[in-house]
């Protein structure tokens, strides 16, 4: 397939039953007399080893996953208790970005209504929200034959007074797709498909940067 440059547009062990201990039999040799005590001291280090590990299952799992040193991912902390979102009001990242805090089990109130502008602590302005789509390969006969969709959004953080928390910051996320015009409409609904991905990545990503934010000194 030939590929040309991206023109874009917008848009464990385990252990049988214990064994055990025969007296030898009259007349068995040495040999056959060390390799029974052999047998008898490895059944009692499995059994020793399942042990262990019992002991261990018992543990609570936080003790044990503290010790390995994870930590369980808690509700996310934020600077500042009420956000306003600044956006169209029919963005689709906002709607998202909205339901992922509310939902996020934190003390940070989401605000939408213009009129709460005023009681807000910081300010989320999302400057841009923008979809591409762009052809990154024909095959010989110049029919499209992949794509590349982009999501493209900007935006900024600023605090009741206007002062700068984050700068005016582009993140963009990039999925490639093959096409074929012979089932363009499901082309089109797995699309629709990659950009929900593409948004619920950036919603994170947002996420993450907000939590990140600490109050000027």
């Excluded at 440059?5 to 917008?10: E, N, R, V």
């Excluded at 093959?178 to 797995?190: G, H, W």
């Amino acid at each position: 397939m030939a590929r040309r440059p991206a023109t874009f547009f917008a848009a464990g062990d385990s252990a049988g039953p214990a064994a055990s201990a025969v007296p030898a039999p009259v007349g068995r040799g040495a040999a056959d007399v060390g390799a029974t005590a052999g047998a008898a001291v490895a059944t009692a280090g499995a059994g020793a080893g399942l042990r262990r590990r019992a002991w261990l299952a018992l543990w609570p799992a936080p003790l044990v996953l503290a010790g390995c040193g994870f930590r369980l991912r808690g509700a996310p902390e934020f600077a500042f208790r009420s956000l306003y979102i600044a956006a169209a009001g029919g963005s689709p990242l906002a709607r998202e970005l909205q339901r992922t805090l509310e939902s996020s089990g934190g003390e940070l109130v989401v605000l939408r209504d213009a009129a709460q502008l005023p009681q807000a602590e910081a300010v989320l302005d999302l400057l841009a929200e923008q979809h591409e789509r762009s052809v990154v390969g024909l095959n010989a006969s110049g029919q499209v034959r992949e794509l590349q969709l982009r999501l493209r959004i900007k935006f900024r953080l600023r605090g009741p007074n206007g002062q700068e928390l984050l700068p005016e910051t582009e993140l963009l996320q990039t999925r490639d797709i093959s096409y074929s015009e012979t089932i363009a409409l499901a082309k089109e609904a797995e699309e629709a498909l990659l950009y929900r991905s593409m948004q619920t990545d950036l919603v994170q990503q947002l996420m993450r940067r907000l939590a990140a934010v600490r109050p000027a000194p």
